[in-house]
């Protein structure tokens, strides 16, 4: 028999820069896992993404170990690295940010894909264009 699932986990991490501070020492300590062995691991796999924030997917077990998984970034960092903004709009219906074009919100789309519960990659666009039009950015054909 299998080891067995005692908590799963969801957290948001920067890329390549997780640390034993919060979110990740808090979240993994009460259930007593080695902070420094998922927070190297956690950085190996996702250093190519450094400054984007990363979903990961924790499962532990009930020997103490665990397994991971890293997902996509979030979808508003990979349009705000599109558009090379800071960050979005306070007031997205007023005050806009910056236009978006139909090819980069594909690109995106196509990235993001294995995490999106899109039929196609015209409804993978339409998700994507959502999210930036709540981010201030005006979707252009």
């Known amino acids: 028999m299998g080891k067995k699932v005692i908590a799963k986990l969801r957290l ?15 979240a993994l300590g009460q259930h007593g896992l080695n902070i420094m062995q998922f927070c190297k691991a956690f950085n190996g796999k996702t250093s190519e993404t450094k400054g984007m924030t990363i979903p ?4 532990v077990f009930s020997d103490r170990s665990f397994t991971f998984q890293v997902h996509t970034p979030v979808t508003s960092d990979l349009i705000k690295e599109a558009l090379k903004l800071q960050k979005g709009s306070g007031i997205p219906n007023r005050k806009k940010v910056g236009k978006i074009k139909r090819e980069q919100l594909a690109t995106i789309a196509k990235r993001k894909m294995p995490d999106l519960y899109a039929a196609d990659l015209d409804a993978a666009i339409k998700t994507i264009a959502g999210t930036a039009r709540s981010m201030g950015v005006d979707v252009i054909d």
């Open 12 to 26: 948001h991490i920067p890329g390549g820069s997780a640390t034993p501070g919060p979110p990740v020492g808090p």
């Open 56 to 59: 990961v997917d924790i499962q």
